[in-house]
């Protein structure tokens, strides 16, 4: 049975350890047959190539178990990469339906908010026309006022004949005529929302 506490990667440089010295020694087999041919010592070769051979298939095995070992390093990193990007998903979408609750009841919130406010304006409204319209009656008063006290005051003999009427009052009305909102809110005084 293998050794389960040793990490993929221990195992890989374990047989690539293994695989390079058998390597090793098949390079050196293979080496010595070429000299004790080269030297013609057939009897030689004969026992240095039976070595080499005996080598070789060890060598193979152990190249096999090094390939096979790399693409399991490489299917374990590209699985926990997976699984780390899975993981980093499920936390953006976590996170995003946080701020998707928050977001609906911010907007609950001021939606509350807009209502009492339109609410508001309707009877904030009316008092603004009310207390305009009580601005200009209360200088049309004035005006009144002023030419009641010529005409009185020219019959009582307080002002001199031929006294030009007094002009009437505008401090209200000229500021008015200067804000449309404030012309809009005259021209009608009930709102509709």
Known sequence: MPDTTMTLNARLDQARREADALGDQLAHADSELAEALERRDYAAAEGLKHAADELRQPHFIALANVTALEAAVQQLAEHEAEQQRAAQARDRRDQAAGMYERAREQEAEAMEDLDRCLAEVGPMYAALAMTLQAAIQAEQAVGQARRD?????????????????????????????????????????????
Not at 154 to 160: D, E, I, M
Not at 167 to 185: G, T, Y
């Open 149 to 193: 006290a010529h005409s009185t005051g020219t019959v009582a003999g307080l002002l001199p004949e031929g006294m030009p009427m007094p002009v009437n009052p505008n401090k209200a009305s000229a500021r008015f005529d200067r804000v449309a909102v404030l012309v809009e809110i005259l021209k009608n005084p009930r709102l509709a929302l």
